[in-house]
């Protein structure tokens, strides 16, 4: 199975069902696949080898897929937002692309199309591959990982990935025709391909928004009657702060909100619940690896957890729930063997929409099928997933590891805290020492020494943290993730002046 089959059957199956765009002059799936197979025509016409994306969200973006897809060539959407040396290394790489961009400036010396111009080609009578002509475990998309501590590398995933997940995860054809999707995620991320997908698969109408407020977010669900939307945790948090400022509940529409991809407060989620009662949430837990999501928590855990006095049972807010039934997920300890409940060790995963390979380096699958997330966690005895933080993180102060997420949950569980991250920060006789750096909570004040014997008292001396910093806000990527790095050079920085104190 292949993406230009995916789009056979939502044209044909849903011809003059609006999909894409506003529902009076948006993409239907007839008029969808006509401009995929002119953007595909005219690729195969420049002899590029890739085609990539270099801009924002809109219906240009699913043309562009499926247009590589017709061309028998991958399609690599890039973040248009990286510096000139970023994005030049990453070019530097590519063999014969045709960018899709209106910054052509941006990337000199090579083929480009405007994205209105893509949009707007000319009818084609056919494109230069049938569907059954496809190689379903040929390239269909890659991803740049985040480069967030690295140079990125590209993520490769074959029609078989892609198509795999969507067999395990949507139904096709299963929503009414008055649902709507707001997709707000950045094109370059693993979860704006999955949007396009499963939604487009399942008939659900996709609106784009590129530019990201909460004002500007709720005011489109409000105006397109959205039904369902993807959000990350930092949006997820604005959003729940404006409408606190506003007063107002959730959009009544709403019936569906997903958020991941990063770590997100217990406080802002169980908000969350409150303001939109009659909201189903979905915290949709996967990798650029694995084609997306391999892990949800549903809606009915999530007001399960949240009512309970059980403390085993309330804690599951904060997992990403159990696996999809298309794949296996299990925790192993350093020997390859299965932890168990409650025991944290490395989370792997195994099934065919895991593709785990990268252009640079080659699979990453071992022998036996299971793909190392690099992320550490647990399974309690329900069957949920709980992460702890990445592999990577781990800091290795005089020799001990120690894991950030045990130390970040103790302190935002003080009073005054919102919201932890702990890094290590290099020393020069320790190796690295332990920095936290905190968000309060609004008018809350705490002293230093207070959070570090707030520590003490709950985990052993060598856990407690050297130095502990208040922020206003935690540096993310554009999808949420914390850059650690970035705060770990703020700590670095102040202890030219003050010093960050070694273990006493």
């Known amino acids: 199975m292949t993406l230009a089959m995916i789009l056979d059957m939502v044209a044909d199956g849903m011809a003059d069902r609006t999909l894409i765009g506003n529902r009076g002059n948006g993409l239907t799936g007839t008029t969808l696949r006509a401009k995929a197979t002119a953007g595909a025509v005219y690729l195969a016409s420049t002899g590029a080898d890739r085609l990539l994306y270099l801009g924002p969200n809109g219906a240009a973006f699913p043309v562009a897929l499926f247009a590589a897809s017709l061309a028998g060539v991958p399609f690599l959407p890039l973040n248009y937002r990286l510096g000139e040396e970023q994005l030049m290394e990453i070019m530097s790489r590519q063999g014969r ?40 475990e040929s390239v269909a998309v890659m991803l740049m990982t985040s480069g967030t501590t690295a140079a990125p590398k590209s993520a490769v995933l074959r029609h078989s990935n892609l198509t795999a997940y969507l067999f395990g995860s949507v139904e096709f054809a299963s929503v009414e025709e008055s649902d709507a999707t707001l997709v707000s995620v950045p094109p370059y991320h693993i979860a704006a391909v999955a949007n396009c997908l499963s939604n487009l698969y399942a008939g659900r109408r996709v609106v784009y928004l590129d530019a990201f407020t909460p004002g500007d977010w709720l005011d489109v669900v409000e105006r397109q009657r959205i039904t369902h939307a993807m959000v990350v945790p930092t949006m997820l948090s604005r959003i729940v702060g ?191 020492v332990i920095g936290a750096f905190v968000r309060l909570r609004p008018a809350a004040r705490v002293e230093e020494e207070e959070l570090r014997q707030w520590v003490l008292e709950r985990l052993r001396g060598s856990k407690t943290p050297d130095r502990v910093l208040v922020v206003d806000e935690f540096p993310t990527t554009h999808t949420g993730k914390v850059l650690r790095r970035e705060l770990v050079a703020l700590a670095l920085t102040l202890r030219d002046g003050s010093g960050v104190s070694g273990p006493g």
């Open 242 to 432: 404006e409408l606190e400022t506003r007063g107002v509940p959730g959009p009544t529409s709403l019936r569906s909100v997903s958020y991941g991809g990063a770590k997100i407060a217990a406080e802002v989620i169980e908000k969350a619940l409150g303001i939109f009662p009659e909201t189903g949430f979905v915290n949709a837990y996967g990798l650029t690896e694995t084609a997306s999501s391999i892990a949800v928590l549903g809606p009915d855990d999530h007001r399960e957890a949240v009512a309970s006095d059980d403390p085993a049972v309330r804690a599951r807010l904060g997992s990403v729930g159990r696996a999809l039934p298309s794949v296996e997920i299990e925790v192993h300890d350093d020997e390859a063997t299965v932890c168990p409940p409650g025991v944290v060790g490395d989370i792997v995963v195994r099934g065919p929409q895991v593709a785990g390979e990268y252009l640079e380096e080659g699979s990453k699958i071992q022998a036996d099928g299971w793909f190392p997330t690099r992320d550490r966690g647990y399974i309690d005895d329900g069957g949920f997933i709980f992460v702890r933080g990445r592999s990577d993180d781990t800091i290795i102060r005089g020799g001990e590891n120690i894991a950030p997420a045990e130390i970040e949950d103790v302190l935002s569980r003080h009073p005054a805290v919102l919201e932890a991250v702990v890094a290590g920060v290099p020393d020069a006789e320790w190796g690295q």
């Open 97 to 136: 692309p045709l960018v899709v961009t209106d910054a052509p400036e941006r990337v000199p010396g090579v083929q480009t199309i405007g994205i209105k111009e893509l949009v707007s080609l000319p009818a084609a009578d056919a494109p230069p591959l049938r569907a059954h002509e496809i190689d379903s």
